[in-house]
């Protein structure tokens, strides 16, 4: 049997796979916006960091996880009220991805 190669994800790919993971087990929303720090961290700090690539990854992050915002936005308001533990979760997410949202945001206009 071949041994399988790993997958390599773009670095926009890897970074929203990581954050949607962390949303999903409803990770605070400053831990959230840290790991976004620490993802834009590791991009400026690689050897062959490009300032330019650093700035479109950035816009694709914020695209994407805007995106992520609005459809939490929408699902929390379809949550059935009667629903308390569906409520908080689906209010959790939302602040983990607004805080993403944010973070994101911040580091594209280089706060």
């Known amino acids: 049997m ?4 790993q997958i390599r994800l773009r670095p926009v790919d890897a970074a929203l796979h990581r954050l949607l993971a962390m949303a999903a087990r409803a990770v605070q929303p400053a831990r959230m916006a840290r790991e976004v720090e620490a993802i834009v961290a590791e991009w400026r700090a690689a050897p062959d ?7 479109e990854r950035l816009g694709e992050l914020l695209e994407q996880v805007t995106a992520g ?7 929390l308001a379809d949550v059935d009220t009667s629903e308390a533990a569906a409520v ?10 607004t805080a993403t949202r944010d973070a994101a945001l911040r580091a594209m ?3």
């Open 69 to 75: 915002v609005a459809d939490a936005e929408e699902q």
């Open 49 to 55: 960091a490009d300032a330019a690539e650093i700035s």
């Open 2 to 5: 071949a041994a399988r190669g």
């Open 109 to 111: 206009q280089g706060r």
């Open 88 to 97: 908080k979760q689906a209010g959790l997410t939302l602040a983990a991805l």
